[in-house]
């Protein structure tokens, strides 16, 4: 079994920084991605930046140059810095963890954005 928790949301005003983590542990062989994905209320699931296990990093177009994904692969730990936020950013993010077999979920963390 996998688990996966993230940490790190919270309420921050427009133009503030948070710093989201996600940490997988448990029987873990490798990980091949994980990636952060964002769901607001009476929306769909959506994609917000990945970074593979060799470092490539893909971005939705709405965070580009504002947020940006980073791994541990020691720790088995992804980061999002999360700079000039703003209000539409407000969500609940879910961190995935993909194995080459399996994907995971965490249980998501609120990130608010005050205007």
């Known amino acids: 079994q996998v688990q996966v928790v993230e940490s790190g949301g919270g309420l921050v005003q427009t133009g503030g920084s948070l710093r989201l983590s996600c940490t997988a542990s448990?029987?873990?062989?490798?990980?091949?991605?994980m990636g952060w994905y964002r769901q607001a209320p009476g929306k769909q699931r959506e994609l917000v930046a990945s970074?593979?296990?060799?470092?490539?990093?893909n971005y939705a177009d709405s965070v580009k140059g504002r947020f940006t994904i980073s791994r541990d692969n020691i720790k088995n730990t992804v980061y999002l810095q999360m700079n000039s936020l703003k209000p539409e950013d407000t969500s609940v993010y879910y961190c995935e963890v993909y194995t080459g077999y399996v994907h995971y979920w965490g249980q998501g963390t609120q990130v608010t954005v005050s205007s």
């Open positions: 970074i593979t296990s060799g470092g490539t990093t």
């Open positions: 448990g029987s873990i062989f490798r990980i091949n991605y």
